[in-house]
């Protein structure tokens, strides 16, 4: 069978085998061999032949076998066995990994961000209920939260401890005839005693606390009326020896010296011993001196004794770090306690105390740093002589006592 091309020149038809056009004498392109056509690979039947059809009627064809991929060794169905197969399609593009991760991780986020929101709110809730249903004293130390079993208790009202009632005030009544002696370190006689510690109300307590502040700008009226009817007798800021105070070493143990505006009594011992203001013999007065424990602390004391007379006795009022007194010195016998107690609110270890004695008749008050801490009466001693005194109860001494702004008021 001879076929014919065309001419790309003048279109006329040339053979196949012709290189030149016979019209126009052009030259034909090449012509690609054709591939050599392998015979139709014949495939198994994958379903049984047909029965045979009814007569007047086309046999169906067989059916076509499953494209696939061919034998290993085999080209695709229609092509030559040495022809390049062609390539597979491009898979389907989708996300990249590194997509899917980052979307997956703010998935995770966002679940978590409103999960931490709704606990918070819930949480907040509940934590406002418990606060908003407690209402507690200010003035009210409350416990802190315990956990028990793993359960958070929170205190209830009844749970809360009230505060303990403060101790009385001073009483600036008449004191009784007789002093009395308090227990724990409290003011006899009228004053601040050991009291109980019953709980009271908010209501007692402020009552209480309006008694004390009445109390107390009657207190100091009445004082301030008192130093008004004064005058002042003596007065020694030991910045030298004008009034002749000993001075020097006494009895072995006992070293006396004025220097650096204080009057300065050393102990290498334990004894007792006083100065007096020689001049005159009192009975209504008031006696004031600052004294200073420097060293030895409670084994020392200083003191003002009063209604001094020789031979006779005196009264002492004695102050240590943790402890004071007011009592009654005989030439025998046991000096009788009309005050003690404890001045741990009031003292000021290791620096400088004021001591003050206002004697009116019978009445005695005494006084630390300005707060009353006795009223009594007593007339053991009418009248007498006026000093200061130190102690040392420490057999290896060590002890020191220092006195500045030792004063006598004398009062009608």
Same mark, same amino acid.
């Given at each position: 069978?001879?076929?014919?091309?065309?001419?790309?020149?003048?279109?006329?038809? !040339?053979?196949?085998?012709?290189?030149?056009?016979?019209?126009?004498?052009? *030259?034909?392109?090449?012509?690609?061999?054709?591939?050599?056509?392998?015979?139709? +690979?014949?495939?198994?039947?994958?379903? @049984?032949?047909?029965?045979?059809?009814?007569? $007047?009627?086309?046999?169906?064809?067989?059916?076509? #076998?499953?494209? /696939?991929?061919?034998?290993?060794?085999?080209?695709?169905?229609?092509?030559?066995?040495?022809? &390049?197969?062609?390539?597979?399609?491009?898979?389907?593009?989708?996300?990249?990994?590194?997509?899917?991760?980052?979307?997956?991780?703010?998935?995770?986020?966002?679940?978590?961000?409103?999960?931490?929101?709704?606990?918070?709110?819930?949480?907040?809730?509940?934590?406002?209920?418990?606060?908003?249903?407690?209402?507690?004293?200010?003035?009210?130390?409350? #416990?802190?939260?315990?956990?028990?079993?793993?359960?958070?208790?929170?205190? %209830?009202?009844?749970? +809360? &401890?009230? =505060? &303990?009632?403060?101790? @009385?005030?001073?009483?600036?009544?008449?004191?009784?005839?007789? &002093?009395? !002696?308090?227990?724990?370190?409290? +003011?006899?006689?009228?004053?601040? /005693?050991?009291?109980? %510690?019953?709980?009271?109300?908010?209501?007692?307590?402020?009552?209480?606390?309006?008694?004390?502040?009445?109390?107390?700008?009657?207190?100091?009226?009445?004082?301030?009326?008192?130093?008004?009817?004064?005058?002042?007798?003596?007065?020694?800021?030991?910045?030298?020896? *004008?009034?002749?105070?000993?001075?020097?070493?006494?009895?072995?143990?006992?070293?006396?010296?004025?220097?650096?505006?204080?009057?300065?009594?050393?102990?290498? $011992?334990?004894? %007792?011993?006083?100065?007096?203001?020689?001049?005159?013999?009192?009975?209504?007065?008031?006696?004031?001196?600052?004294?200073?424990?420097?060293? $030895?602390?409670?084994? /020392?004391?200083?003191?003002?004794?009063?209604?001094? =007379?020789?031979? !006779?006795?005196?009264?002492?009022?004695?102050?240590?770090?943790?402890?004071?007194?007011?009592?009654?010195?005989? !030439?025998?016998?046991?000096?009788?306690?009309?005050?003690? $107690?404890?001045?741990?609110?009031?003292? *000021?270890?290791?620096?400088?105390? =004021?001591?003050?004695?206002?004697?009116?008749?019978?009445?005695?008050?005494?006084?630390?740093?300005?707060?009353?801490?006795?009223?009594?009466?007593?007339?053991?001693?009418?009248?007498?002589? +006026?000093?200061?005194?130190?102690?040392?109860?420490?057999?290896?001494?060590?002890?020191?006592?220092?006195?500045?702004?030792?004063?006598? *008021?004398?009062?009608?």
């Amino acid at each position: 069978m001879t076929t014919t091309r065309t001419c790309p020149n003048c279109g006329a038809q !040339v053979g196949e085998n012709q290189r030149f056009c016979a019209n126009c004498g052009s *030259r034909m392109p090449e012509q690609p061999e054709k591939p050599a056509i392998e015979p139709t +690979i014949a495939l198994p039947a994958l379903t @049984p032949p047909p029965t045979t059809p009814p007569q $007047g009627q086309t046999p169906l064809p067989p059916p076509l #076998p499953p494209q /696939g991929t061919p034998p290993q060794g085999q080209a695709p169905f229609g092509l030559p066995a040495d022809a &390049p197969t062609a390539a597979q399609p491009a898979p389907r593009r989708g996300l990249p990994v590194w997509a899917i991760v980052l979307l997956s991780l703010a998935g995770l986020c966002i679940v978590g961000c409103v999960a931490s929101f709704a606990l918070l709110g819930y949480f907040g809730q509940q934590v406002s209920a418990v606060f908003s249903t407690a209402v507690v004293d200010l003035d009210t130390p409350v #416990p802190e939260p315990s956990e028990e079993g793993g359960e958070l208790i929170v205190p %209830s009202l009844e749970a +809360i &401890p009230t =505060r &303990p009632a403060e101790a @009385p005030t001073e009483n600036l009544s008449e004191p009784t005839a007789a &002093p009395t !002696v308090s227990g724990g370190g409290g +003011i006899v006689g009228g004053g601040v /005693g050991g009291g109980a %510690s019953a709980v009271q109300t908010a209501e007692a307590q402020t009552a209480e606390a309006l008694q004390a502040t009445e109390a107390l700008l009657q207190a100091t009226a009445e004082i301030e009326q008192i130093y008004g009817a004064s005058r002042v007798v003596f007065n020694d800021e030991f910045v030298d020896n *004008r009034n002749n105070w000993f001075t020097g070493v006494f009895q072995e143990i006992e070293t006396d010296v004025i220097e650096d505006g204080v009057f300065k009594v050393i102990w290498q $011992g334990a004894s %007792s011993s006083y100065e007096l203001y020689e001049v005159r013999e009192l009975t209504n007065f008031i006696a004031e001196v600052d004294c200073l424990v420097a060293a $030895g602390g409670t084994d /020392g004391s200083c003191a003002l004794v009063f209604a001094q =007379r020789t031979d !006779v006795g005196f009264y002492k009022f004695e102050l240590f770090e943790d402890y004071y007194r007011l009592f009654v010195v005989r !030439v025998e016998g046991d000096p009788p306690i009309l005050v003690e $107690g404890n001045p741990e609110e009031i003292v *000021r270890p290791g620096d400088w105390n =004021r001591l003050r004695v206002i004697k009116q008749g019978e009445r005695i008050r005494i006084y630390i740093n300005d707060i009353q801490v006795g009223d009594v009466n007593d007339a053991t001693y009418p009248t007498g002589k +006026i000093g200061v005194s130190t102690n040392s109860y420490n057999e290896a001494g060590g002890v020191e006592i220092w006195f500045d702004n030792f004063a006598v *008021r004398e009062l009608p």
